[in-house]
């Protein structure tokens, strides 16, 4: 196990401050080396930790924490916070089981002002607390620290309209790992900006607007004048802080994001400057790991991986995920199809959709982390004659509700939803678990809502889609595919009605209970059925493989429930308001008395774990499953 010296002889966050400039860089570096290290072996965020080490040292070293709060957006920087607070000790166990998670939580330390795990909210979280702070006499610093990326996004454009009005001491640290350094025009540009940030500087010009704001009449309007002159003039010089300049914001930067000292001179100047302001920092994603720096999007969230190499876990042919099948298929359909465009928020490697991006270009649209205006967009594409298939993680899925129902559905529009990682999702934790996409989609108008529970289930409901003339939804989780046909599909898919449940061809026709089981849960069910009916048990199961949420096969489950009189429903989603609910609901007003119960995850809260673990925490695995038939059958 390695050393980290300078590290471990810290007692607190004051601790930096006393540190000399040499051993804050030797510090970044055995930062740098734990969290390599560490996520080498759990998986997580790994480039944009890196990118953020000293940026996160030189906030500490110069604010009053947790006096001063700080929200970072989305939140998957926050390890180098983590470590500096108070878990470093416990760090190592970040994204396990019962461990530190990957993103900030109120629950978890006073140094974590606001749970983030979403993009683009930071600002709003931010200005939120501030104005908190001003209303119960709070002078304390707050600070929302948030990536070009996550800028992006239409909350974070809200909030920055609101915020650079709102007269609130508030710090914007933008992040901008995406852009070099632009290069000062010449030596009065640097020397102007060493200028704006002296201390001497900054009282000065606070003593002169308090001296002309106390002038009747005309000290308040000459002090916006002299602001709107200072504007103009910066801009000829730089034009990247003007538009922040022209809301409201008192704009520096660009400065360098890993010269610490650089970072700390402007971050203790900035204390001093009375409303909002905004930072621009440039940092390198994937900072001082060669292989991250490289390939930045293939490190941004990894499983565990070889240090030495930075070689990243690959799947075989005959062993793809959900998402490389996606891509592939798609990729296929579109070369016979120059109708079919693919459309992402930002999400493409994570997707599958990059081999369609490189094959055409033209027909991939990555709109960045804006969910509701590329379902919006989508809705316009379908509306003038294209097939978008629109690849979308199902909990960002979650920011764009309106958009499908008021867009899509209620227009009819034949917008295909791919909607990767939904179910239970491991390591991230509860904000990113793909949960509510079924209790949102089903009860709306128009909407096709499929869950396939292999590869050859899939390519059935893309191929189905592509010919639907109105929108549909595909969700699977983020697992393997599997090469197991659970649904009979015929070669030519001619013909083919989705909606029809089926009987596996395995399980014979049942006397004692009815199976439904929605999507990959199948596969699980399949064998607690198996293990439940073996030998000389005599019970008898009809499993059904349910591909089609919505419009439901309800003819084909209710000729084996009379048959049964016992029904059981099995789903990777939110159990109330989910599948089961919505069916059992229908199907208890059909026949009155019937013994039934549905299963899926019900407590949706502190998901933290692998895949496999949160599905037997859920009792979604075969034990449970088994244990879950075996009441029923029993009468329990």
Same mark, same amino acid.
């Given at each position: ?65 947790? &006096? ?96 650079? &009005? ?20 010449? #030596? ?21 607007? $308090? ?76 900072? #001082? ?31 793809? $995920? ?49 969910? &509701? ?9 379908? *509306?003038? %004659? ?13 920011? *764009? ?126 064998? *607690? ?8 048990? %005599? ?53 009155? %008395? ?43």
């Amino acid at each position: 196990m390695k050393e980290y010296p300078v590290l471990h002889s810290l007692k607190g966050t004051a601790d930096l401050q006393a540190l000399t400039a040499e051993q804050k860089a030797g510090l970044a570096e055995e930062i740098r080396s734990l969290i390599i290290e560490t996520v080498s072996k759990n998986g997580g965020h790994l480039a944009p930790n890196l990118g953020v080490i000293e940026l996160t040292i030189a906030l500490l070293s110069t604010g009053r924490y947790p &006096q001063d709060s700080i929200v970072v957006d989305v939140g998957h920087q926050s390890y180098a916070w983590k470590i500096l607070t108070d878990r470093r000790d416990s760090f190592r166990t970040i994204r396990l089981k019962d461990g530190l998670s990957g993103f900030p939580k109120r629950k978890e330390s006073v140094y974590d002002a606001f749970n983030t795990g979403h993009s683009s909210t930071s600002i709003s979280a931010a200005l939120g607390l501030a104005r908190a702070k001003r209303a119960k006499g709070n002078l304390s610093k707050t600070i929302a620290l948030i990536g070009d990326g996550a800028l992006g996004g239409g909350m974070a454009f809200e909030a920055l309209s609101d915020a650079g &009005q709102s007269g609130e001491n508030l710090l914007i640290v933008l992040n901008d790992n995406h852009m070099c350094i632009d290069e000062a025009v010449g #030596g009065m540009a640097r020397h102007l900006e060493s200028l704006r940030t002296s201390l001497r500087y900054i009282r000065l010009k606070t003593a002169w607007e $308090t001296r002309l704001s106390r002038i009747p009449l005309i000290g308040r309007p000459l002090i916006r004048m002299i602001a709107r002159t200072k504007r103009r003039w910066r801009s000829w010089g730089r034009e990247s802080g003007v538009l922040f300049e022209q809301l409201g914001f008192r704009y520096y930067g660009p400065v360098d994001g890993h010269n610490i000292a650089e970072l700390e001179r402007h971050l203790r100047a900035l204390r001093l400057v009375r409303g909002p302001v905004l930072l621009h920092v440039v940092t390198v994603k994937g900072k #001082g790991y060669c292989y991250a720096e490289d390939e930045p999007e293939n490190f941004h969230g990894v499983e565990p991986f070889d240090t030495s190499n930075g070689r990243l876990p690959e799947n075989g042919d005959l062993d793809k $995920t959900f998402s490389q099948c996606f891509g592939e298929i798609l990729l296929e359909l579109a070369r016979d199809d120059g109708e079919i465009v693919a459309v992402t928020a930002a999400m493409a490697q994570g997707t599958g959709l990059i081999p369609f991006s490189h094959a055409f270009p033209e027909r991939f649209f990555d709109v960045g982390i804006a969910e &509701q205006h590329a379902l919006t967009m989508a809705a316009g594409m379908a *509306a003038g %004659g294209l097939r978008p298939f629109v690849a979308i993680y199902s909990t960002f899925l979650q920011r *764009a509700v309106d958009q499908l129902i008021h867009d899509i559905c209620l227009q009819n529009l034949p917008v295909v939803l791919a909607v990767d990682r939904a179910g239970l999702v491991g390591g991230d934790g509860e904000t990113h678990q793909g949960l509510y996409d079924l209790s949102m989609a089903l009860p709306l108008p128009n909407l096709t809502v499929l869950a396939p529970a292999s590869n050859s289930d899939l390519r059935a409901a893309l191929v189905c889609a592509r010919r639907q003339d109105g929108p549909v939804l595909i969700r699977y989780p983020h697992d393997l595919a599997g090469n197991r046909d659970y649904y009979k599909v015929p070669g030519n898919l001619d013909g083919l009605k989705l909606s029809d449940l089926q009987a596996l061809r395995r399980v014979t026709q049942g006397s004692d209970l009815t199976v439904v089981a929605l999507g990959t849960t199948v596969r699980e069910a399949e064998q *607690a059925v198996l293990n439940l009916t073996a030998g000389d048990s %005599g019970y008898s199961i009809e499993l059904f493989s349910c591909l089609c949420a919505s419009p439901f096969d309800y003819e084909s489950m209710l000729e084996s429930i009379h048959r049964t009189g016992r029904l059981l429903l099995l789903e990777e989603g939110i159990e109330d308001g989910g599948f089961g609910s919505h069916v059992a609901a229908k199907v208890s007003c059909e026949i009155p %008395g019937l013994v039934i119960n549905y299963a899926g995850v019900s407590i949706p809260t502190s998901l933290q774990s692998t895949r496999s673990d949160l599905m037997a925490q859920a009792l979604l695995d075969v034990k449970g499953i088994e244990e879950r038939m075996r009441r029923l059958l029993e009468g329990r």
